[in-house]
């Protein structure tokens, strides 16, 4: 079964708008990851918050950690059009990474 | 450095007919991973290897098989191709050694369709 369940599975929203995606998980994790797919291309990783983090940043990004609720959040600041993709939450559990399926964010101009 | 790469890019088959995914990977990673993605499903894991002659089961391991004999490449076979297995697959990469690089490194993808 997959760990991570992304909400909502469809986003789009004007350019220059923030843009936030969630993450839901099962089990407890040393760390959470998210990753980036363009159309027909492979995930690019964008940023890992572990589990004794609560936020993190990098650049236009923000995530945020609760693992009492094992949920976790990506917020995209500032939208761009080439932030349209496909954005994946991933944890690991013992050695495979198991993916979530996927919120698509479509950016309008 | 060209990271994680897959071939062939395109396939197409007829049920019952066999071939190889190949990947191959040049960072000196310990784990090697191929995931299958469908429309609505996301990623799922089929097969995985931690290290040369290791490999184990994912998610939807049914119909495909793994070898690891060296710590490069990472093929995936399919015996008997079916329908079903029309996807998109990826191969996908990790450090087990360095602290904090357990982020997978991905191919670019390689397109089954299966007749």
């Known amino acids: 079964s997959q760990q991570g369940e992304e909400d909502p599975q469809a986003l789009s929203i004007q350019e220059g708008e923030n843009a936030t995606m969630n993450c839901s998980y099962k089990?407890?994790?040393?760390?959470l990851q998210w990753y980036r797919q363009n159309s027909g291309r492979g995930l690019v990783h964008l940023i890992l918050i572990r589990s004794n983090e609560r936020e993190k940043h990098s650049g236009r990004l923000r995530v945020t950690l609760d693992t009492s609720k094992k949920s976790s959040s990506l917020l995209i600041t500032a939208s761009r059009a080439a932030d349209t993709a496909s954005y994946f939450c991933?944890?690991?559990?013992?050695?495979?990474?198991?993916f979530g399926k996927g919120t698509r964010l479509h950016i309008l101009p | 450095n060209a990271g994680v790469t897959q071939t062939p890019k395109f396939q197409v088959l007829k049920t019952g007919q066999s071939m190889t995914l190949q990947c191959a990977q040049d960072?000196?990673?310990?784990?090697m991973s191929w995931y299958r993605q469908d429309p609505g499903m996301g990623l799922r894991l089929i097969h995985y290897s931690v290290g040369a002659g290791i490999t184990d089961q994912g998610e939807v391991p049914n119909g495909y098989n793994v070898s690891r004999s060296t710590t490069e490449d990472f093929p995936l076979r399919l015996l008997s191709a079916a329908p079903s297995q029309t996807s998109v697959y990826f191969c996908?990469?990790?450090?087990?050694?360095?602290?904090?690089?357990?982020?997978?490194?991905f191919g670019a993808g390689s397109r089954l369709t299966v007749l």
């Open positions: 996908a990469s990790r450090s087990l050694r360095l602290s904090g690089a357990n982020v997978l490194t």
């Open positions: 089990t407890s994790i040393n760390n």
């Open positions: 991933a944890s690991p559990r013992d050695d495979k990474i198991i």
């Open positions: 960072m000196n990673h310990e784990y």
